[in-house]
């Protein structure tokens, strides 16, 4: 019986990255525009998930090994919500960066984010539909075959190149850096463990993190009588005497902040198993010479995906 694979070429998995992209954006953002709870359900589960098992499998795949199916211990699985917990703040600093230099060429625009429930009832959906969901769907897509294929240049370039790749996947200039970040992150938990659970676990608490601190931020802005799009009635509330002592000191304080949030979450992830040399046991398989003609199509689909994040882009931008 032939030996099943289980790292898949990067020209397949450009091409599929291409295919996905485009139907995400065509069918998923259609039905999402429709209906947003019900739109991410289509582009999840139908769009990312199942094409993603069905690739797998009839090009011969070892689904186990692909998808990295390994457990984790339940110590394990209490530290990454942990690591993503002191993560965040770093990741919304990075991104507050890219913001700003936005903003610098015009290139923001108020971003109101697509699923804000208004009650309990709908926070808890939204849960569902905004964080578990993303987490299983996009994880088995980007730390399954997209990582894997990618593991071909050596584990460090797939945990980047992917990750970049999972921040494209948001087609929003504005939600581009911190995506990436993210997705460095997950693809670095996904080859430690040698597990796609951490990542899994780890996706999912961030997007709850994201939507609890919207609603708790909606629910205190709303008591106070602040608009979130003008911040009309902030003056009301904060004094608008800034000096710039007040301003530096809050600036180290933040920077001190982010240190303290950095170490701890180096070192949970150090406390983590290692099990890198998974991989490299199994890099007997055959890394085959790439033709002229693959190594094209393979840059030319990940340039079509980067033209459509673009238009997108000119799009928001300009709307």
Not at 111 to 119: C, D, G, K, S, V
Not at 174 to 195: C, D, H, K, W
């Amino acid at each position: 019986m032939e030996k099943k694979r289980f790292l898949p070429t990067i020209l397949e998995i450009n091409i599929f990255y291409l295919i996905i992209a485009f139907a995400w954006t065509e069918i998923g953002g259609r039905a999402q525009i429709r209906d947003m709870y019900t739109g991410i359900l289509i582009t999840e589960y139908l769009i990312i998930f199942i094409p993603t098992l069905i690739y797998i499998k009839i090009l011969g795949y070892d689904l186990k090994k692909v998808l990295r199916l390994n457990a984790i211990s339940i110590k394990e699985a209490f530290k990454i919500p942990l690591i993503v917990l002191f993560s965040y703040p770093i990741l919304i600093f990075i991104n507050g960066i890219a913001l700003k230099i936005l903003d610098y060429f015009d290139a923001i625009k108020y971003y109101e984010m697509p699923l804000m429930p208004q009650n309990n009832t709908q926070f808890l959906i939204t849960l569902f539909v905004g964080a578990i969901t993303p987490g299983i769907c996009e994880e088995v897509m980007f730390r399954g075959p997209i990582m894997r294929g990618y593991e071909r240049l050596g584990a460090r370039k797939a945990i980047i190149i992917s990750g970049v790749l999972f921040g494209i996947f948001h087609f929003n200039i504005q939600n581009f850096v911190g995506p990436t970040m993210l997705g460095i992150l997950l693809g670095y938990l996904a080859y430690r463990t040698n597990s796609i659970f951490p990542s899994i676990i780890a996706h999912g608490t961030n997007n709850a993190i994201s939507f609890t601190v919207g609603y708790v931020s909606l629910r205190v802005l709303d008591r106070l009588n602040i608009d979130p799009a003008t911040n009309e009635g902030l003056q009301q509330n904060i004094s608008s005497d800034m000096h710039t002592t007040a301003l530096i000191i809050g600036l180290i304080f933040i920077l001190g902040i982010l240190l303290i949030c950095g170490l701890v979450v180096y070192n949970l992830i150090k406390s983590l198993p290692n099990r890198e040399k998974e991989f490299k046991e199994n890099m007997e398989l055959d890394i085959r010479h790439t033709s002229l003609l693959a190594k094209i199509i393979s840059i030319g689909s990940l340039i079509m995906v980067g033209i459509i994040f673009v238009y997108r882009a000119h799009i928001f931008i300009t709307r």
